[in-house]
T-cell receptor, first 109, second 118 residues
């Protein structure tokens, strides 16, 4: 079983739509959680860390459910510039990072 | 401030050839990492270095060697390339420790090297 699993998509949504991505992780001892963004043929870049209580950064909201080992990312009012692949990343107690395969989002004009 | 730089950007090798991928960072980070990214697999850690002079194996180290030449540079060597090593290779670096909220500091990635082994 993969450490981190994501729906690969693709998600094709119109501008202005709200879209949600989900991610599950297998190691209950995981300690830190992140969402990275990766544009086509570019390197991954940190989008946001995921706090236990959930957190928001502008149009982006991240949630963590430790009991279900589940992380989500909600994007409101989608922009064309949000088109990218979103990577769910989990850190275990030994400082190892595990990356999901990514969920591809295309925002359509 | 260039961040993390990698050379070369693209490389084609024949099976059995060797090569070294170079990585350098100018952020004074202690920790550096090498990953490979394959379709449907996500990024997988090959090797990492917690400080100058130390290296440790990651999830997929077979067929690779690394050298932490100094604090800035961390190279990845393929001694005898195989078609299974066709991939995109990313170098990354990060600060040590955790933030006020207990999170690891983010990893900064280089632009990647696209390697094809025929």
């Amino acid at each position: 079983r993969k450490e981190v699993e994501q729906d690969p998509g693709p998600f094709n949504v119109p501008e202005g739509a709200t879209v949600a991505f989900n991610c599950t992780y297998s190691n209950s001892a995981s300690q830190s959680f992140f969402w990275y963004r990766q544009d086509c043929r570019k390197e991954p870049k940190l989008l946001m860390s995921v706090y236990s209580s959930g957190n928001e950064d502008g149009r982006f909201t991240a949630q963590l459910n430790r009991a279900s080992q589940y992380i989500s990312l909600l994007i409101r009012d989608s922009k064309l510039s949000d088109s990218a692949t979103y990577l769910c990343v989990v850190k275990d107690g030994a400082n190892n990072l595990f990356f999901g395969t990514g969920t591809r989002l295309t925002v359509i004009p | 401030n260039a961040g993390v730089t990698q050379t070369p950007k693209f490389q084609v090798l024949k099976t059995g050839q060797s090569m070294t991928l170079q990585c350098a960072q100018d952020m004074n980070h202690n920790s550096m990492y090498w990953y490979r990214q394959d379709p449907g697999m996500g990024l997988r850690l090959i090797y990492y270095s917690a400080s100058e002079g130390t290296t440790d194996k990651g999830e997929v180290p077979n067929g690779y060697n690394v050298s932490r030449l100094n604090k800035r540079e961390f190279s990845l060597r393929l001694e005898s390339a195989a078609p299974s090593q066709t991939s995109v290779y990313f170098c990354a670096s990060s600060e040590d420790g955790t933030t006020t909220f207990g999170f690891s500091y983010e990893q900064y990635f280089g632009p990647g090297t696209r390697l094809t082994v025929t």
